[in-house]
């Protein structure tokens, strides 16, 4: 059974940074691809970041683009998300999700395994 962990959010004042980890286990971690979602209230959940199996390519949706940074390593079963310059736009439930997908996939229908999220509130 695979299970996603995510820490890490928090409540930082806008221009700050946040750094998210997910843990995964129940699966052989280097055959997903992983992402990092949001979801507002309100609002529909979105993509914000994914990494293929390897780590060599990664996406970005365009409202984080060059402030975020998703990376991963397979040797400990851990992907991260590295947000700076967070605006208070980026508050959100951030979920961890597992695709078996190859590429850097953006849509949450290709992503079969999510975590429980967690919580990020920027300020103004």
């Known amino acids: 059974q695979v299970q996603l962990v995510e820490s890490g959010g928090g409540l930082v004042q806008a221009g700050g940074s946040l750094s998210l980890s997910c843990a995964a286990s129940?699966?052989?971690?280097?055959?997903?691809?992983m992402g990092w979602f949001r979801q507002a209230p309100g609002k529909e959940r979105e993509f914000v970041a994914s990494?293929?199996?390897?780590?060599?390519?990664?996406a970005y949706a365009d409202s984080v683009k060059g402030r975020f940074r998703i990376s991963r390593d397979n040797a400990k079963n851990m992907v991260y998300l590295q947000m700076n310059s967070l605006k208070p736009e980026d508050t959100a439930v951030y979920y961890c999700?597992?695709?078996?997908?190859?590429?850097?996939?953006?849509?949450?229908?290709?992503?079969?395994?999510w975590g429980q999220g967690t919580q990020v509130t920027i300020s103004s």
């Open positions: 129940g699966l052989t971690f280097s055959n997903y691809g």
């Open positions: 990494i293929t199996r390897s780590g060599g390519d990664t």
């Open positions: 999700a597992a695709t078996t997908w190859y590429g850097s996939p953006r849509r949450a229908t290709n992503f079969g395994s």
